[in-house]
């Protein structure tokens, strides 16, 4: 990383925001540049001190008082229910309500609905978060931590950095050559990326543990990337890459039918 990147991450690394990857990383450098690690106490510093301080402010009295007298006064919802409810008791029937509380009534419970419905499934977070970490490997130029076409160099690599050993498969004969690997930070936990390319297009192979129920590949397209998720013989495995979809499918199949032989 040079000295723009590390100035880019370093709010994030200061709110923990950064991958585990990249957290890795800007330590790396802040370990071998003086320059780089006063702006970084400096900022912590600026940060802490922000922290600490008391920040809030009370509203003079009188300017809360002409607030209050500026508010309606006019019963709470809660009260008018209550109200109705007394009402409905005295008069031995449950069968009438006011139909404003309904309206009322409906629009809370539709209001509801519409916020449940609305808040995307674990998968479709996961995804979004997958395409943010892509881009991010893309933008900062960090696509590996240890850069090899060899198995045999980036398969040993993760000892001791993960609690798995992520299967790292050889593609190159298929077209899908194997560049490297690195450690990432996804759903809440460590997993091993191995990265291959196809021509110029990188593909991010994310590998972590998971259910031992196998599922078939699903592509999908996100942002303008195409990625798929599966899993097989006790791992999760999710391929991100901006190539086409054949040519992902491509890679998916001979991956599949490399690890099953």
Known sequence: M???QISALLPGYLDQELSLSEALEFERHLAGCEE???VY???RQVSAQIREANLRVDAPAELEQRIRAALPLRPSFGQRLRESLDWRSSKGSLNWVPPGAMAVSLAALTLSAGLYFSVPSSETRLSQELVSNHIRSLQFDHLSDVISTDRHTVKPWFDGKIDFAPPVIDLAQ????LVGGRLDYLNGRPVAVMVYKYKLHPINLYVWPGD???TTPHIDTRQGYHLAHWSAAGMNYWAITDAGDKELNGFISNLRAHAAS
């Not at 298929?174 to 050559?177: E, L, V």
């Open 2 to 4: 040079d000295h723009e």
């Open 36 to 38: 780089c690690r006063r």
């Open 41 to 43: 106490a400096q900022q």
């Open 174 to 177: 298929q077209g899908y050559p």
């Open 212 to 214: 031992d129920a196998g």
